[in-house]
């Protein structure tokens, strides 16, 4: 079967603001968020992809223009399968203020009993994902062979979740996976099990520098902001 490449989307500007975008409409990639979207056609010149696939959100849409731009004979289509997590009445708030709430405790650490108010659950929002790539691994492997290599740019909850069901995680520990901004998640699926081969790869460490302020405990919800 199919090697799936997944593609968080560069940084926003609801990453620098501290907000929760979910899936408000018009939240654009910020400066630092272009520069790794131009970035990313050089870091994937070497592999023929057959397939792009994308959230229907402009974030998504902006990270994967340059590499549609650099090679014209792709075309992305979407997949709302793999659209940001509804969380409904928290969406555009401060993450900041989302912190005091009962519910992040149970987000944190209980994810598979975590539902939004007026959004949907977790657990709807990994199993809609996991069906939508499971039939593109299908519909690739038919239309370009089992040893295809696809890309899907999504979002950080969406992928860490995806991550967690091919590593066969609860999804109570999927909050112990992290992806930056615009980094490369490889995942190759075979007939028996799927194997993890990159993992959150942004082509630097950066994010693993020393920073001046001390990391949270807690799990950006909806991915962060990446390295400063």
């Known amino acids: 079967m199919p090697t799936l490449l997944l593609v968080r989307h560069?940084?926003?500007?609801?990453?620098?603001?501290?907000?929760?975008?979910?899936?408000?409409?018009?939240?654009?990639l910020d400066e630092r968020g272009a520069a790794q979207a131009a970035a990313l056609p050089g870091r994937l010149a070497a592999l023929p992809l057959s397939e792009v696939v994308s959230s229907p959100l402009q974030r998504c849409q902006e990270t994967i223009q340059p590499l549609l731009d650099a090679r014209p004979g792709l075309t992305a289509r979407t997949d709302d399968r793999i659209g940001?997590?509804?969380?409904?009445?928290?969406?555009?708030?401060?993450?900041?203020?989302?912190?005091?709430?009962?519910?992040?405790?149970?987000?944190?650490?209980?994810?598979?009993?975590?539902?939004?108010?007026?959004?949907?659950?977790?657990?709807?929002?990994?199993?809609?994902?996991a069906e939508a790539v499971r039939e593109w691994n299908a519909r690739v492997e038919r239309d370009h062979g089992a040893d295809a290599v696809y890309l899907m740019c999504s979002h950080g909850d969406i992928i860490k979740s995806l991550v967690a069901e091919a590593l066969g995680l609860h999804l109570d520990l999927f909050q112990r996976i992290s992806v930056e901004p615009c980094s490369v998640t490889a995942i190759r699926y075979t007939r028996l099990r799927p194997f993890l081969v990159r993992l959150g790869d942004t082509g630097d460490f950066a994010a693993l520098a020393p920073r001046e302020d001390t990391p949270s405990d807690e799990a950006p919800v909806g991915g962060g902001a990446g390295a400063p």
């Open 84 to 129: 940001e997590c509804d969380y409904g009445d928290w969406t555009g708030r401060k993450l900041a203020e989302l912190k005091d709430e009962p519910l992040m405790e149970v987000v944190q650490a209980h994810p598979s009993a975590a539902a939004f108010p007026g959004g949907e659950s977790m657990r709807t929002m990994q199993t809609r994902a």
């Open 10 to 28: 560069g940084r926003s500007t609801a990453n620098t603001e501290g907000l929760l975008a979910g899936r408000t409409p018009g939240v654009a």
